[in-house]
T-cell receptor
Framework: DQQVKQNSPSLSVQEGRISILNCDYT??????FLWYKKYPAEGPTFLIS???IKDKNEDGRFTVFLNKSAKHLSLHIVPSQPGDSAVYFC????????????WGAGTKLIIKP | DSGVTQTPKHLITATGQRVTLRCSPR?????VYWYQQSLDQGLQFLIQ???????AKGNILERFSAQQFPDLHSELNLSSLELGDSALYFC?????????????FGNGTRLTVT
């Protein structure tokens, strides 16, 4: 049973445009959400996080939005740059997961020049 | 560079064998996590140690075991290997015990069981 789902295995976006990556979760007890970015042959690197008391968190070109009623979060990258091409994972945690991260399967983002 | 070192980078072995994966956490981090990533899947949490003690257990098979040593490095032991154990194994470290401290990942060990 996948508690965190990234339904788009891949996404292609023109350089300079907005990239929107989506993530859905099923467990309403999750209260902390993170996005990680992964390049080939490297481990994931932390990008941005949001707690359930907020609905938006921004860090430079990256903004994460949380819609608790829909159990949905999204990562916006504006403007998209070639170096953003990577696999993006969302992850969630809460009391039900013993505060361990539950990961989505990832979305491969390709930025076209 | 995350500061987390994993060795070896690649490991090829036969079914039934036993291997040991090693992880040195980022300087100052007390927590070490082990994750398994099979093809096109998300990361599956295996086990966490905090300052030498087991903190949390995930979907870790009985054939797998881990420990964290006094110098905080950790080892993941995989025994009686099966073809399905072929995967990327990541180690991550963090300063605190909980998931609210961002994890810093090593570059992984790719295990191939033939």
């Amino acid at each position: 049973d996948q508690q965190v789902k990234q339904n788009s295995p891949s996404l292609s976006v023109q350089e300079g445009r907005i990239s929107i990556l989506n993530c859905d979760y099923t467990n309403s007890m999750f209260d902390y959400f993170l996005w990680y970015k992964k390049y080939p042959a490297e481990g994931p690197t932390f990008l941005i996080s949001i707690s359930s008391i907020k609905d938006k968190n921004e860090d430079g070109r990256f903004t994460v939005f949380l819609n608790k009623s829909a159990k949905h979060l999204s990562l916006h990258i504006v403007p998209s740059q070639p170096g953003d091409s990577a696999v993006y994972f969302c992850a969630a945690s809460g009391v039900d997961s013993n505060y361990q991260l539950i990961w989505g399967a990832g979305t491969k983002l390709i930025i076209k020049p | 560079d995350s500061g987390v070192t994993q060795t070896p980078k690649h490991l090829i072995t036969a079914t039934g064998q036993r291997v040991t994966l090693r992880c040195s956490p980022r300087s100052g981090d007390l927590s070490v996590y082990w994750y398994q990533q099979s093809l096109d899947q998300g990361l599956q949490f295996l086990i966490q140690y905090y300052n030498g003690e087991e903190r949390a257990k995930g979907n870790i098979l009985e054939r797998f075991s881990a420990q964290q040593f006094p110098d905080l490095h950790s080892e993941l032991n995989l025994s009686s290997l099966e073809l399905g154990d072929s995967a990327l194994y990541f180690c991550a470290s963090s300063a605190g015990q909980g998931s609210n401290s961002p994890l810093h990942f090593g570059n992984g060990t790719r295990l191939t069981v033939t």
